[in-house]
């Protein structure tokens, strides 16, 4: 070897400096081999034959307070006038029932907030805490 010669592929004392690859090649193939011949052994299940039970689900639909708020102040529920100083203590008696009924709350138009947020505030105070406004579809 000569001492500007960088064409050589040998070392000085003859090793070769590239490396092989051909064993790591061989090794992936055993291994792939090995990944394709489990797999399909791996998704069978075992088959076990489980007893049916036909029964329907137990739904209980909740009771709901219809609460109606018209632009005078008055207060309806469910369709009879109460006055607004005894909604909170009916509020107190239907949230300790179970299951806790669901408020809907149906507002005038022309209702001022501060009567909404009014009986909102007396609700959350009893402890309810499924309430929802009721509104007329837009039409056109």
Do not use: C
Not at 9 to 36: S, T, Y
Not at 84 to 112: G, K
């Amino acid at each position: 070897m000569t001492p500007g010669n960088f064409n050589s592929r040998r070392g000085p004392h003859g090793q070769m400096a590239d490396i092989n690859v051909v064993p790591l090649v061989d090794v992936m193939l055993v291994l792939l081999v090995i990944f394709i011949i489990t797999t399909p052994l791996l998704t069978h299940a075992v088959k076990i034959d489980l007893p049916k039970a036909a029964s329907a689900p137990n739904v209980t639909k909740a009771e709901r307070i219809e609460l109606g708020l018209r632009e005078d102040g008055a207060v309806l529920w469910n369709g009879e006038l109460v006055a607004l100083d005894s909604v909170a203590s009916r509020f107190a008696r239907e949230a300790a029932r179970a299951p806790q009924p669901e408020l809907h709350i149906h507002a005038d138009r022309h209702t001022h907030y501060e009567g909404v947020a009014r009986v909102m505030a007396l609700a959350a105070k009893a402890g309810i805490t499924r309430i929802g406004f009721v509104t007329n579809p837009e039409e056109g």
